[in-house]
């Protein structure tokens, strides 16, 4: 046989291979079904709005175009939802989950109550997100770009809890010096806005996308104002400001002008850990374990062309912020970077939370 004849051989046998693996491809089929994306805190917050932003998205691009439903199980701080999650073994793509930052943490700290193993689930899709702290407009007209002014208030914050991803803003607004209480069982993001709506909190943050669909009107309408975000990373890992809100300070700028506030050193190193593991990848969509490959594959091609659409940016914008969306293999590194963090910030957040809220993890 030729050199020629020979490629020509090989060329055959992978087109062959590919045409024999077609049928397998066109075999997963949605039509006449209904995926239900579990969102495992109330309807109110920013996860509920990411998921219903990308539910009708992700039902033009799979095969058949099924009906995609979200459905909310909140509960311990998304404990209760991942837990229930774990024992889920659907194999016909008809169940999604969707994980953020408060599910992460707990599962980083080794809270006994999680049952949930994050190795065990297939990630489909990530995005990153952002946050934003706020005060109410009396507290608020005392901020100068410092919480100098603020340490003499006594601000109440409603919290889903310590060991959630509300660890970001207590930790933060700890090293500002700033005297916040937080009362906790909250049963999502949402539910904290509310309790500010209300005047019984007095100091809020939201996820990007609770914060575009929620506390911006809050800001517009003059009752919230808003303090700063947690940042983005640049390429070389440093805080820069957020993209989706140029104009609001970092906490790393508000923490190097405020008198006290350290951005070195073991409790700052900590709180980047944190904030690096609960935002850049913070909102994950999972398949169940036992999935067939076919079935992650069709997802993972759906969320790609969901990526891929000319629109996507500037809807995405608008109600979920400016951020990376992360598909299969780059899901799977957000997974990874989500769920580790290192031994010594650990080891600092767990002393905090026993000094300042007598969370003892064992």
Known sequence: MTEFNAARAVALGVAASLTAAAPAAAEVEFGGKTIEWVIPFSETGGSAKWANFFAPLLSEELPGQPTVVVKFM??????????????????????????????QFPYLLNDPRVRYEYSDWNPVMATGTGGVAYLNAEDGARFDGSANALKDIDFIYGSQGATRLDLVPLLAWEMLGMNVEPVFGIKGRGDGRLMFERGEATIDYQTS??????????????????????????????????PTFPDIPTFKEV???????????????AWKAFFVAGFPSQKIAFLPQGTPQEVIDAYVAAFEAVRAREDFDELAAKQVGEYPMFVGQGAQKAVKSATTVPDSAKAFVLKWLEDSYGVVLK
Do not use: H
């Open 255 to 269: 923490c190097e002008a405020t008198d006290g506030c350290e951005t070195s050193g073991d409790a700052w190193d």
């Open 74 to 103: 909140p509960g311990a701080g998304s404990t209760k939802g991942a837990n229930w999650f774990q024992e889920q073994e659907y194999d016909d793509g008809t169940l999604l989950f969707g994980s953020s930052g408060s599910t």
């Open 209 to 242: 996308s609770g914060y575009l669909g929620g506390s911006t009107a809050l800001v517009e309408a003059g009752t919230a104002v808003p303090m700063m975000t947690w940042g983005a990373l640049d390429e070389d890992g440093n805080i820069v400001r957020d």
